[in-house]
Each structure stands twice: as structure tokens, then as C-alpha cells.
């Protein structure tokens, strides 16, 4: 069953909106918010979701659009974040939405010929290891020889040698949608275009919002029993709108790719390079390869980060190093930027501010969820959804979403 697809299901559903006190209001379709929506609506629970422009709008269609543990968290031994991504890794591939979410390889050259086989060679195995048996196939390291047969556009001195790892990728927008119709499936009221423009309060408890149709500009109430806000970057303008102290703030951080014709390098896998500042992935995407990112604070508008000249540069002379046939800005075909949402941390570098994900309930009837990554959306969202539903009563079902396969699935 489509709800969006359907014209008649908006102006139905905007205008039973004020009908009925629901248990739960999500604010955000991004991957969070759909996520969150479908693990409420898949516990019985009545759920109305809310997005102000579409659904992934926000960072969710603008990541490097990789489900992994993350390599670079390995490195930085944070063994609890790789382990939990990789289990959400092997439910995806497996169970979960396995005609979206791919596996996929990359080559790690190695410039120094034996500590550094040794220490990646290590990191590598056990990311193997803290992914599950099987869920991909396991690491190999190659010889010079070898990876030069496999990725002949690379230079001859780019490496003395490498190895070639599998992690997985996902169409991130496409997955986000269907979880959000998914949702619908389950009974939820999903509805995009309509943003939250207050917050609706009974002395000190949250009891709803006050939405604008930015279809028609006419404003709607929807009365809650709880308010999830899952707006990403967006999450202080909650925080404005509440006037109510926080426990955390959201801070931006920008992320740039490029794209590039997928004839233009001849490499039959993808590639992740070390860079000064964290990596660099060449990714294989349908007719393309994406390659990203950068890591910069952003303190304009949230609604459209855009590519620098520098931030192009940056990714053009860190690939160069590597390829025998120099990329130039005459081989782009697009470009795109995201915003990562990282929860503050004193004075950090945002590359090294850790993606775990925090919930808050800064005002009675208000959740707030905030950092962590797409790979881990559905923790994130099974947590956000515990903590409104235990407001709820105690007999407030369990989240089902580790064995609930999204629309498309099955078959
Ligand atoms: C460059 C880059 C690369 C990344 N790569 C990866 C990767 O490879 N793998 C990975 O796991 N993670 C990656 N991430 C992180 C991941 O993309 C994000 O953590 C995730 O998409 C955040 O999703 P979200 O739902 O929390 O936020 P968003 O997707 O931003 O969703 C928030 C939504 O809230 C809506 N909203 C805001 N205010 C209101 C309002 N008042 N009313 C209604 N709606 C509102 C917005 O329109 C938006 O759609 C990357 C991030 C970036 C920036």
C-alpha cells in the first residue's frame, strides 16, 4: 500500500489531523525520523510523522551512503559503535531491506611494506570478525602485482601492495522513503510538506505541535501524548522553539562528494585513502564513482550546503595522488553536500567528535534524539521510541523492527 502515492491520502490525512489525541508525533523524515516512525507504528502504537520538505531531504540523501562500522572508529578503538554498525550491517544485507543495501569492496593501498600491513592488516581482520560471520566476504591482502591488475588506473608507486575489504552500501533516499511508507503500512499518518511551526504546551509537558500545510499555508494542530524530535541539524531550532534548556546541542559539520563518469577510472573496486583528516572513499554508484568527503564547519543555510572551490580541490588533489590519469574539474558531473549532525563536544575537532547517538527528554512529553549515523538509525530509533513509550503506560510493547523487513523486501 502506497500512502503517497495516493492524492487523496494528504488532504485526507491533513484534515483529520486535529481528530484525535495521538500517542506519538515525529518531527524529521530523515532516516531517524521515518525510523522512529515505523518502530512506533510497528508496536501498535498511533503515530503521525511530519516532514517539512520531503522525506531525506535533509543529510539522509546526502551521505557517502555507506552501511558500515567504520573503519577510522576502529582506529579510534571505539569498539562498541564498530561492533553495533556491524550488526545492523548483517541485518540489513540479510533481513531487513536487502534490495537496497549491497555489499561492496575497497582497496586500501599500503605505502610501507610491513608495520603497516601488519597494523591495517590487523584492524581489517577484526572488523571481519566484529561483523558477523559471512554478512560480506572477508578481507584479502594483495600484492602490488595484484592490485595493480585489479585497479590498473592507479600509479604504479601508489602502494607496495594492499588489501581489499567488503563492507556494504545503501540508495539512502530510497531507503528512507520506504521505511517511511513502511511505516504507513503499519498504520501511521506520514505526511511531507508540513512543518512544525510551534510546539503546544500544557504548563510545563509538550502536548503537541502546531504544523504548517506548506502546500496551502493553513496551519493544523496535532495533539500528542509524546513529541519525538528527529531533526537532525535542525534539532537547536527545536530547541528555540521549546525555550527549554537542552542537554546537548547539534552542531554542523559539512561533507562534500564529487561525482565522476564511472569510465574515467579504470578501477574494478572502490578505494579508501588515509587523509590528514580522517578518509577518502572512491565509491562505485550505478554509471559513476562518488568520491568524498570533507569535514568543515557550515554555519550557513541548513536547507542548502553547497561545494566549495576549495572543498573540490581538496578532493581532487587527494585522489591525484593515487591515479595514473589525473582527475580535473572538467571530469565532474555533480556535486553534493551534506550535513553530519554531531552532538557538541568541547572544543573538538568535528572529525574526531564520535557519531553515537544521544536521547533527552529536555521537557515532560518532549524526546529528543540526535547524532549517531545512518547505519544505525534503527538503534537509534528503537531507543528514541523505549523512552516515549515508557511514558505511556507499562504495557508498552517492545520495538519489533530487528526482525521487521521494510516494503520491498520480502520476495
Ligand atoms: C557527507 C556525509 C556523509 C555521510 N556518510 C555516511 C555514511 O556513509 N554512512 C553512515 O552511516 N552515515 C553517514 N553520514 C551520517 C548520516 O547521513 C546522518 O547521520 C543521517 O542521515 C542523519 O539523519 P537524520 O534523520 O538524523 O537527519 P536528517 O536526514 O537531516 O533529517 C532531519 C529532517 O528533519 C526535518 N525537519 C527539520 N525541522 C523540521 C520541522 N520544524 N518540521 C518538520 N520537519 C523538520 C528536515 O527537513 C529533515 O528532513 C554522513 C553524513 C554526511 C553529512
Do not use: C
Request: hydrophobic letters at 45%; charged letters at 20%; glycine letters at 8%.
Amino acid at each position: 500500500m502506497s500512502a503517497q502515492l495516493d492524492p487523496a491520502y494528504r488532504a485526507r490525512a491533513i484534515n483529520a489531523l486535529g481528530d484525535t489525541e495521538i500517542d506519538v508525533l515525529v518531527i524529521g523524515g530523515g532516516v531517524t525520523g521515518a525510523g522512529a516512525a515505523l518502530d512506533a507504528a510497528a508496536r501498535g502504537l498511533s503515530v503521525t510523522l511530519v516532514e517539512a520538505r520531503d522525506f531525506a531531504a535533509g543529510t539522509s540523501s546526502r551521505s557517502s551512503k555507506l552501511i558500515h562500522g567504520g573503519m577510522r572508529y576502529l582506529e579510534m578503538l571505539d569498539f562498541v559503535l564498530v561492533r553495533e554498525a556491524l550488526k545492523e550491517r548483517g541485518l540489513l544485507l540479510s533481513k531487513l531491506a536487502p534490495h537496497l543495501v549491497h555489499p561492496v569492496s575497497f582497496l586500501i593501498p599500503l605505502q610501507h611494506r610491513v608495520w603497516e600491513r601488519a597494523y591495517i592488516g590487523a584492524g581489517v581482520a577484526l572488523y571481519d570478525t566484529l561483523g558477523g560471520a559471512r554478512a560480506v566476504p572477508m578481507h584479502r591482502h594483495l600484492s602490488r602485482t595484484k592490485a595493480l591488475e585489479l585497479a590498473p588506473g592507479l600509479k604504479d608507486d601508489a602502494m607496495t601492495g594492499a588489501i581489499r575489504y567488503y563492507d556494504a552500501q545503501v540508495d539512502d533516499a530510497r531507503h528512507t522513503m520506504m521505511l517511511a511508507r513502511t511505516a504507513a503500512q503499519h498504520g501511521a499518518t506520514v505526511l511531507t510538506r508540513t512543518k512544525v511551526v510551534e510546539l503546544i504546551r500544557e504548563g510545563e509537558r509538550v502536548v503537541g505541535a502546531k504544523v504548517e500545510d506548506l502546500e496551502t499555508g493553513l496551519e493544523h494542530t496535532i495533539r500528542a501524548r509524546t513529541v519525538i524530535s528527529a531533526t537532525g541539524v535542525w534539532t537547536d531550532d527545536m530547541i528555540k522553539m521549546t525555550g527549554v534548556d537542552f542537554p546537548f546541542h547539534v552542531r554542523m559539520s559539512k561533507g562534500v562528494h564529487i561525482m565522476v563518469p564511472r569510465e574515467r577510472l579504470d578501477i574494478g573496486t572502490g578505494l579508501i585513502m588515509r587523509t590528514e583528516k580522517s578518509v577518502l572513499f572512491v565509491i562505485p554508484w550505478a554509471e559513476h564513482w562518488i568520491i568524498g568527503t570533507t569535514d568543515t564547519d557550515w554555519t550557513l543555510d541548513k536547507n542548502h550546503p553547497t561545494a566549495s572551490t576549495a572543498d573540490v580541490q581538496y578532493l581532487l588533489d587527494h585522489v591525484n595522488t593515487l591515479l595514473r590519469e589525473p582527475l580535473t574539474r572538467a571530469d565532474i558531473v555533480g556535486t553534493y553536500a551534506g550535513l553530519r549532525p554531531l552532538m557538541t563536544g568541547a572544543n573538538k575537532e568535528t572529525s574526531k567528535l564520535s557519531r553515537e547517538h544521544a536521547v533527552a527528554e529536555p521537557a515532560p512529553g518532549l524526546f529528543v534524539i540526535a547524532g549517531g549515523k545512518y547505519t544505525t538509525y534503527r538503534v537509534m530509533a528503537a531507543d528514541v521510541v523505549d523512552a516515549a513509550a515508557a511514558t505511556l503506560g507499562s504495557d508498552a510493547p517492545r520495538s519489533t523492527t530487528e526482525s521487521l523487513p521494510i516494503l520491498g523486501a520480502v520476495g
